[in-house]
């Protein structure tokens, strides 16, 4: 059974009678919040998931303070009729402002829009999950594992191409999700999705249907009340190739975010999506910017717990791309959004580069060496690395545990076709890159295993290609497979954060 959020009410009027059943409910007055703290475990530590301020009208230089000394993302208000210095410190911490007043509705927003966690999943367009519709005047071929192509004469009206397979538990009651289609398209041919929901008796109880630019955007779909079963029928138009690869979905947060509370949602130009997630912290130097490991079931941020219990500002990128990732690098559209989003950060908290960390494990490692170029950050601290991505996608018994041709697609992705012959090309992506930047004044602290089983081969090329850079190294190394010794890991990565916080604030 999953814990009930933890509710910290301030405010004059007390809801725990109301709202004590659907939460873990802690109340206080504005005047009591010292003694309140002071009674807890840490007298300095937010021990509530959330802080609700419930008065109409709020001017306290305490509640201000106190507010400012806890994390962001933490503290709901309910009122505009506040002193500038505590809106101030609002905005500054992220706080989430309800226009609604009424406890219930206010409960079941934090409920649905507020919940703790990370829920998403991805429906591929592979042999597992699309089963195509043939059609004489229509060719269907696939590319890689999640590419599936239809060309020609798609009709001039809608017509089935074929039917997405799905999971009956993708919806909650009440839940809306956000949704959006990774695709291409030529000429005139376009796409639409309709979503069939069923009761148990298969009696079809709503059809919602979603097609053109709103499949380019996240748009929302669910919100039943209840149902049994659901199906997704995936419809084309038109003349020209449609290149259908996934469909992303995410619980809806209501405008409060997307994986976690906060988070931020962009699509580039081109079509491709970039998750993240900024915390401003304790806004002090340094800024860790973390790049996500791979993860072939569900998109999410990595280390918000670990980087939580730090308190130093951090920027966590997760890859939704290729249903496992594609190393955070791409078009060079896609790379200059990625260092965008950095830089308007590090001007948020007032940072220049060397007041940066650049971080990331296994897939998450290659993007914290290959943006150390273009950043020149203060150190680096990475683990499990996977450098040489034209040597990984070439190998099609890649160990992944749920692994079905992953590294094809991203081969595919990464030369626009699947051929041994790119291999090298592959590889020099991140070695040309990186040739140029300053490594001799960029310390790294890296955390290897000694049987790695992904990418372990490339290892000595890397500590070489260090060594001739007169890099700082301190490399610790593990015995085992890449799947091995995560809390170790973890347990480097903090300490190694902690070490190089230190050392930059002093």
Known sequence: MQNKI?????????????LNNRFDWHYTTISNLPDFLIKQTDPYRLEQDYVLLTDAHIDSTLLTEQIRDWPAYRVIYLTQDISTALKDILTER???????????AIATRIICDLYLGQQSFNTTFSESQFIPRYQPTIHFQRQGRFSAQFSGDLGEQWQQLGTLLTFPTDFTPHQDNVTWLEYEATDTAT?????????????????????????????????????????????????????????HQYRSRHGLGHLLPGSDWQLTSENEEILSYFNPGDRQKPLVVYFSDMDRHAIHFDMVSQLNELGMPYLIFTDSRLQGGAFHIGSAEYEKTI???????????????????????????????????????????????IVNLGTLSEDKEFPHQFNQDWTLDLRRYLAGQMSKGDTAAINNKLWHHIIDAPWSTIPIALFSMD??????????????????????????????????????MLQFMSSMLVLMRDQLRH
């Not at 090329?461 to 010794?485: A, D, S």
């Open 6 to 18: 933890s509710i910290l009410q301030i405010g004059s009027d007390n809801w725990s009678n109301q």
């Open 94 to 104: 992220r706080a989430f402002y309800f226009e609604d007043t009424k406890p219930d």
């Open 191 to 247: 796409v639409a999705l309709k979503f069939l929901f069923f009761d148990a008796n298969d009696t079809l109880i709503d059809t919602q249907m979603i097609s053109g630019a709103d499949l380019r955007t996240l748009s929302t779909v669910g919100g039943l009340a209840d149902y049994h079963h659901y199906q997704i029928l995936v419809l084309g138009m038109g003349n020209g190739t449609l290149d259908l690869n996934v469909l």
């Open 339 to 385: 260092l965008a989003i950095i830089k308007s950060k590090m001007l948020d908290l007032g940072l220049t580069n060397k007041d940066i960390i650049l971080s990331g494990c296994g897939m998450g490692s290659y993007p914290a060496i290959y943006y150390a170029s273009d950043i020149n950050p203060a150190a680096l601290i990475i683990a499990k690395p």
């Open 451 to 488: 049987q790695d089983d992904y990418d372990g081969k490339s290892l000595p090329e890397l500590l070489h290609f260090l060594t001739e850079q007169h890099t700082p190294l301190k490399h610790v190394v593990q015995h085992g497979g890449h799947t091995e010794k995560i809390p170790e």
